[in-house]
């Protein structure tokens, strides 16, 4: 167990409706990235959060977005769904947002279907 | 570009036997960590082993190890003595040791150990 939680683990919804995903991080942790996973594929960064503030964006889609609560949580938003955004969605978190030991530890992700 | 390139996109070895597992990496940066990831069924991403770019040793964790050449930025993972739950993807990465923290990733390499 990483200590990462995600929320939900499945969800399937249609075309053009709107997703909330939900991480906690680790205790202590401050630190938190979404990656986005298609089948067969590596892992696409999407964006990272530390400490409330956003810190890097990759390749985020402006349909989603996403933000880090004062209790360090954190949520994707993926609106105006379309088939090709199924895909398992990771958080990951770390002590810091620089440089540390490197490591992430993950979440179980959220397998997101549309159909 | 930053680029992390697993050649092999799926390899198969009897239990007990040993197996390497290819990366190669482009940057420009001297300082950076490099990992290897594993992604049994579970789909949880688990940190296998870590190399921090300025040690010449090579990182090993009980069965597994790795053969880090930085000049030739080549870091390969051996498992020996492999195990039928070590079945899985295996992804390598890296990131830099600056305060903009994220992992760049290959595209994964399936591992399927057999009884």
């Known amino acids: 167990d990483s200590g990462v939680t995600q929320t939900p683990k499945h969800l399937i919804t249609a075309t053009g409706q709107r997703v909330t995903l939900r991480c906690s991080p680790r205790s202590g942790d401050l630190s938190v990235y979404w990656y986005q996973q298609s089948l067969d594929q590596g892992l696409q960064f999407l964006i990272q959060y530390y400490n409330g503030e956003e810190r890097a964006k990759g390749n985020i889609l402006e349909r989603f977005s996403a933000q880090q609560f004062p209790d360090l949580h954190s949520e994707l938003n993926l609106s105006s769904l379309e088939l090709g955004d199924s895909a398992l969605y990771f958080c990951a978190s770390s002590l810091r947002g620089g440089a540390n030991t490197g490591e992430l530890f993950f979440g179980e992700g959220s397998r997101l279907t549309v159909l | 570009a930053q680029t992390v390139t697993q050649s092999q996109p799926e390899m198969s070895v009897q239990e007990a036997e040993t197996v390497t597992l290819s990366c190669t990496y482009d940057?420009?940066?001297?300082?950076?960590?490099l990992f290897w990831y594993k992604q049994p069924p579970s789909r949880q991403m688990i940190l296998v082993i870590r190399q921090e770019a300025y040690k010449q040793q090579n990182a090993t964790e009980n069965r597994f190890s790795v053969n880090f050449q930085k000049a030739a930025k080549s870091f390969s993972l051996k498992i020996s003595d492999s195990q039928l739950g070590d079945t899985a993807m295996y992804f390598c990465?890296?990131?830099?040791?600056?305060?903009?923290?994220?992992?760049?990733w290959g595209a994964g390499t399936k591992l399927i150990i057999k009884p």
């Open positions: 990465a890296f990131t830099f040791m600056d305060s903009n923290y994220q992992l760049i």
């Open positions: 940057t420009s940066e001297n300082n950076y960590y």
